[in-house]
């Protein structure tokens, strides 16, 4: 947010600085060669300094800013071989129109082509265009938190009037975020219950290939890894389709809870998939899930972009013969070759857990992922 309040004079300010002052047009220097800079003197109640427009057009400026003339100027004043100058002002308004210029303008991020005056418009004909809806939260929240309504949020975030309505405790502010959370947990509670309307499959786990991993391991793991498992293992054994997330700090055992998930899935007679965000990670699972799938007993194996022409076929034959009871991997596992045999559970980062069921096209199964 731009700071446009007026003053008097730009004298005291800490240069470079936005200033807004009224001032009176001298003489002009008009560019003496052609992409020169264009000059014209001015003076506020204190000081002289100049505003300076590059590929300026001499008609155009001699039309605007006649000498003698008085204008309100808005821009970026800074220092040049010791003179104060203001180039392209953003704003140059005969004082009739000096209402025009907020005492507090906001900033929009912007792309290739697009000024912020364009952006500016184009926000302020939107706010113009906005729906009175009614009010979707909580009535006694709104009233609690000193909430305003989404439409008056929206227009204070639009047009701040003082550097604490852009505060992030802002109560406007706050009152959108509320809003946009809302809507996204609304979102995901919607897919949610779109997805459990078809029935899941029953993975039942016998606990066979659970217990011998767990009898290798050098530690136990902790009560919240054991409840975690317990939970996802209710989960899997329940007839409705699994959402669940995963959470924990780095090295709390996220890998583990996440592979005992994956033998719930073979002990039911499926396979797993783990699916992490790049080869690299894809690696480091594989090598750090590997003791523990010997000591299973079960088939474990990689599949990434980088897997090619024979071995890449291997695989997927294996895969879809039921040979590799987990498959590690990048985004590759949804790769339209790809098929394995009864169901599949995804896995996403060790921390997201999808069930999905064997008919699925790898489409559905890459949409039900991203809906989670």
């Known amino acids: 947010m731009l700071d446009r309040r007026r003053r008097d004079s730009i004298q005291g300010l800490d240069l470079p600085a936005i200033a807004t002052v009224e001032v009176t047009i001298g003489s002009h220097q008009p560019a003496r060669n052609r992409g020169g800079a264009y000059r014209i003197n001015v003076s506020d109640q204190e000081v002289e300094f100049q505003l300076v427009f590059f590929h300026g057009r001499s008609r155009y400026l001699e039309a605007q800013c006649p000498e003698g003339a008085r204008r309100l100027v808005s821009g970026k004043v800074e220092l040049f ?15 009739a129109e000096a209402d ?11 792309t290739h082509g697009v000024t912020q005056k364009t952006m500016t418009k184009a926000v302020h004909s939107a706010l113009e265009k906005l729906p009175d809806l009614a009010e979707w939260i909580d009535a006694a929240q709104v009233t609690r938190e000193g909430w305003p309504g989404w439409h008056a949020a929206l227009m204070a975030a639009h047009s701040p009037q003082g550097l604490d309505e852009v505060s992030p405790d ?3 502010r706050i009152r959108l975020a509320y809003d946009e959370l809302f809507a996204h947990q609304l979102t995901l509670a919607l897919a949610r219950q779109a997805e459990r309307k078809s029935r899941g499959i029953v993975s039942q786990a016998t606990g066979r290939l659970q217990s011998r991993v767990l009898a290798t391991l050098p530690y136990r793991p902790t009560n919240a890894q054991t409840r975690a498992i317990g939970e996802i293992s209710a989960d899997m054994a329940a007839d409705k389709r699994m959402n669940r997330l995963l959470q924990g700090d780095v090295g709390s055992g996220k890998t583990l809870v996440a ?3 994956l033998l719930v899935a073979v002990e039911a007679g499926g396979q797993g998939v783990m699916m992490a965000p790049t080869g690299i990670l894809a690696q480091q699972h594989l090598e750090g899930l590997r003791p523990l799938a010997e000591e299973a ?13 024979a071995e890449r076929r291997a695989k997927l034959a294996a895969l879809a ?4 009871q987990i498959l590690v991997g990048t985004h590759a596992v949804f790769q339209r070759m790809l098929s394995l045999k009864n169901y599949v559970w ?10 999905c069921d ?3 096209s790898w489409r559905k199964r890459a949409k039900a992922l991203m809906c989670w």
Do not use: C, N
């Not at 025009?100 to 912007?110: A, K, M």
């Not at 007993?297 to 022409?309: A, I, N, Q």
């Open 81 to 95: 071989d010791g003179l104060a100058q203001m180039v392209h002002p953003d704003h140059m308004l005969p004082l």
């Open 100 to 110: 025009d210029i907020p005492d507090y303008e906001p900033v929009y991020p912007l």
């Open 170 to 172: 802002a109560p406007a």
């Open 259 to 261: 592979f005992m998930a």
């Open 297 to 309: 007993g079960v088939v474990l194996e990689l599949l990434t972009g980088r897997d090619k022409g």
């Open 321 to 324: 013969a039921g040979d590799i």
């Open 346 to 355: 995804l896995l996403l980062m060790s921390s997201i857990a999808l069930g």
């Open 358 to 360: 064997s008919g699925w």
